[in-house]
C-alpha cells in the first residue's frame, strides 16, 4: 500500500510556475497601475483573493471540525486531506494580515471609506459606527482571528498525527474520539463566532461601510465552505489518479458530492434571503448595494454569478453518476471554485474600484494563491502518513457504502 | 396477481445472508424477494435490483411544480387581475421564489411518497403475503419462487446448505389483494416460538 506521499515533480513545477504568475502579477500591478483609482484596484485586488483563499483553506479544517462533531466516520480514509490543506491557514493568514494592516495604517480610504477619521466626524452613521469600524477593533479582531484559526488548524493537525504512535487499543480509541471533540468543538465555536459573524464584517462588509446585512457573513461562509469542499475533491482526485489512498473510492466522493450539491442550493439560498428582502423593502440605504450589482456596470456579473453557482451546479450533481465519477467531479469542483471566485470578486470590486474590468489582475494574483496553497498542501502531505492508522472509525470508512 | 409455489428461508446473520444471496443467483434460481427488518445496505446491489428511477419522478413533480407555481402567479397578476403592490412589476420574479419554491417541494414530496406507495404496492387495505412472521423482528426472510425449471427439494437442500434456516416451502398469493390484516390473519395472536428458548 503507498501509504507516503510524494511529491509528483510536474506538481510542485506547476505550483512553482502559478506562483511565478502571481508575483508577476503583483509587479505588472505596482507598475501598471497610477494613482488614486490604480492603487484602489491594486489593494482591492489582493483584499479580494487573500481573503477568500483564506477563508476556503479554513474550510477544510471547518469540515475536520464538523464531522468529528457529528461523529462521522467516512472521513476518516482521507481525513489527511482536509488537515493538509487546513495547514496553509497559517500561511494565507500571514499574508492576508499583512495585507490588512498595509490597507489601514497607509490609509487606503477607497478601499474602506471609515478609515478617514474626518469623513467619520461629519458622517452620522459612521460616526455611530466608528466605536467598532476603527483601526484599533480592526487589528485586533483581525489578530484574535487569524491567530485562533491557525492555531485550532495546526493543533487539530498536530493532535491527529501524534494518534499514528499510539495503538489500536478500545481506551486508546475512546481517548482520540474524546480528545477530537473537544478541540473540534473548540474550533466550532471560535469558527462561527468569525467567519458566521464578526470577522466578514470587518474585511469585505465594511468596504460598504454604510450598508448592512446580517446575513453577509453566512453567505460568504456558504461560499467559502462549498468551495472548500471543492478544494478537498481536487486534491482527493489528484491523491487517487496517482495512485495512493487505495481504501477511498466513489462512495467517498460521492458523498463529497453531495455536499457540494447542497451546499450549492444552500448558498444560493442565502443569497436570495439577502437579495429579496432588500429588494422589497426597495430602502435607498439598503439598496446601495445591490444598484450597481443589478442596475449597474456590473449585472453581467451578477446573473453570472447565479447561472455557475447554482443552476451549474444544480443540475449538473443532480445526478448520482455525476457524483461519482472522478473526471466530473474534477470539472465541477473548478466550476464552483471559479464561481465563487467571482462572487467574491463582485463583493469587493463594486465598492472599491466601481467600474467594471476584465479582471486580468485579480485573475492573476488568484492563480498566485492557488499555487501556494498547492505547494503548501503537497510539502504537508509528505509529512505524515495518508491514513490515520489508529484511528477507531477507520473501518467504518473502509466499509462505507453510501 | 397469481398463486404460486416458494421456497422459504430465514437467515439470522447478515454475514451469512450476503453470501447466501450471492450463490443463490449464481446458482440460477428465481429470487422473490428478501425481507429484512431493516435497511440492510448493499443487498439491492447484491439481489441485482436495478437503480430506482424515483429520483427521476422527483424531479419531473419537482420541475411541475415550479411551472404551476410560475404560471398560476404570473397568470393572476398579470392578465387575470393585474394589481399594483407597493409599485413593484407586475411580474416581480423575486416575490414570487419562495412560492415557486414551496410548490416545487410540495409536488416533488407528495409525488415520491405517493410514487413509493405504488412502487412498493402499499395502500390501506392492500394485504400481502407474510412469509415468515419474524421478518419484521429478527430474520432475514428469503423467498424464491418455484418455477417450472426448480426441483423445490433440491433447493430446500441448497438453502439449508448456504445457511438458511427454517427452510420450508409456501403455496401462496404473490402479488396483493384487498383485505384487512386484523380481520383475516390476526398475526398478533399467532403464536411464535421464543427466542431465547
Known sequence: ?402 | MAVKNFVVASFSDEAVLFPAVKKVRTAGYKLHDVYTPFPVHGLDHAMGLRETSLHTAGFIYGITGTTTALSCMSWVFNSDWPMNIGGKPHFPLPAFIPITFELTVLFSAVGMVLTFCYLCQLAPFVKKHIFNPRQTDDKFVMAIEVTAKTNAEELKRFLAGVGGEDVNEQRVESGWWFGRFDREDRLFETKVEAVNA
Open chain 1, 1 to 402: 500500500m503507498k501509504d507516503q506521499f510524494v511529491v509528483p515533480a510536474r506538481l510542485k513545477r506547476t505550483s512553482f510556475v502559478l506562483m511565478g504568475v502571481g508575483l508577476l502579477t503583483l509587479l505588472i500591478g505596482i507598475f501598471a497601475f497610477h494613482g488614486e483609482h490604480g492603487s484602489t484596484r491594486f489593494w482591492a485586488g489582493l483584499l479580494q483573493n487573500s481573503s477568500f483563499f483564506l477563508l476556503v483553506v479554513l474550510a477544510s479544517a471547518f469540515f475536520i471540525g464538523a464531522t468529528t462533531l457529528a461523529h462521522g466516520g467516512w472521513q476518516i480514509g482521507f481525513r489527511r486531506v482536509p488537515e493538509a490543506i487546513s495547514m496553509a491557514v497559517p500561511v494565507l493568514g500571514a499574508i492576508l494580515f499583512v495585507i490588512l494592516m498595509l490597507i489601514a495604517f497607509t490609509g487606503k480610504e477607497n478601499i474602506y471609506h471609515w478609515l478617514n477619521a474626518e469623513h467619520v466626524k461629519h458622517d452620522e452613521i459612521l460616526s455611530w459606527k466608528s466605536a467598532f469600524l476603527n483601526k484599533g477593533m480592526f487589528t485586533a479582531f483581525s489578530v484574535v482571528t487569524i491567530g485562533a484559526w491557525s492555531f485550532f488548524a495546526v493543533k487539530l493537525r498536530k493532535m491527529s498525527i501524534e494518534e499514528d504512535g499510539w495503538d489500536l487499543s478500545a481506551a486508546t480509541g475512546r481517548r482520540i474520539v474524546w480528545r477530537n471533540t473537544v478541540w473540534c468543538g473548540g474550533f466550532i465555536v471560535v469558527y462561527a463566532l468569525t467567519v458566521g459573524s464578526t470577522t466578514p464584517w470587518f474585511w469585505l462588509m465594511s468596504i460598504d461601510a454604510h450598508w448592512y446585512s446580517t446575513m453577509y457573513s453566512w453567505y460568504t461562509f456558504a461560499s467559502s465552505w462549498v468551495s472548500g469542499i471543492a478544494l478537498i475533491i481536487l486534491f482527493l482526485v489528484h491523491l487517487k489518479r496517482n495512485g495512493y489512498l487505495p481504501m477511498v473510492n466513489e462512495e467517498h466522493l460521492h458523498d463529497l458530492g453531495k455536499f457540494a450539491f447542497a451546499f450549492s442550493i444552500f448558498w444560493t439560498y442565502l443569497w436570495f434571503s439577502q437579495y429579496m428582502l432588500i429588494w422589497y423593502a426597495n430602502m435607498p440605504e439598503e439598496i446601495v448595494y445591490f444598484k450597481p450589482r443589478v442596475w449597474g456596470e456590473w449585472r453581467p456579473i451578477f446573473f453570472l454569478n447565479l447561472l455557475i453557482n447554482f443552476i451549474t451546479p444544480l443540475l449538473y450533481l443532480m445526478k448520482r453518476d455525476t457524483k461519482r465519477n472522478y473526471s466530473s467531479m474534477v470539472f465541477i469542483s473548478i466550476v464552483i471554485l471559479v464561481g465563487h471566485w467571482l462572487d467574491f470578486w463582485q463583493m469587493v470590486g463594486p465598492g472599491t474600484y466601481k467600474h467594471l474590468v476584465f479582471p486580468w489582475y485579480e485573475f492573476g494574483l488568484g492563480l498566485g494563491f492557488v499555487g501556494v496553497i498547492i505547494y503548501v498542501v503537497i510539502h504537508q502531505l509528505t509529512k505524515a502518513p495518508l491514513v490515520p492508522k489508529n484511528h477507531p472509525y477507520l473501518k467504518e470508512s473502509i466499509v462505507h457504502h453510501t
